[in-house]
């Protein structure tokens, strides 16, 4: 049995190397949004702006652990 190149892991993980980090964004978008409908005017910032951020952060560490040997 052979060793699987980076490609083949890649399409096993689920896509390409940003797929995580955009799965990551669209959770965060999902939340903030959530958070600033139930916390309208009180919420402080701009929720959908921050939990995106920290999704794609979020989602860049997923996929940077999937493709460490």
Same mark, same amino acid.
């Given at each position: ?30 939340? &903030? ?21 920290? &999704? @794609? %952060? @979020? ?9 460490? %040997?």
């Amino acid at each position: 049995m052979r060793e699987l190149n980076q490609n083949e892991l890649n399409t096993i993980a689920g896509g390409d190397s940003n797929h995580f980090a955009n799965a990551g964004w669209d959770i965060g978008k999902a939340l &903030g949004t959530m958070v600033g409908i139930v916390g309208g005017p009180a919420a402080s910032g701009n929720p959908v702006f921050t939990n995106a951020l920290a &999704g @794609f %952060k @979020f989602g860049l560490r997923i996929d940077n652990l999937l493709r460490q %040997k």
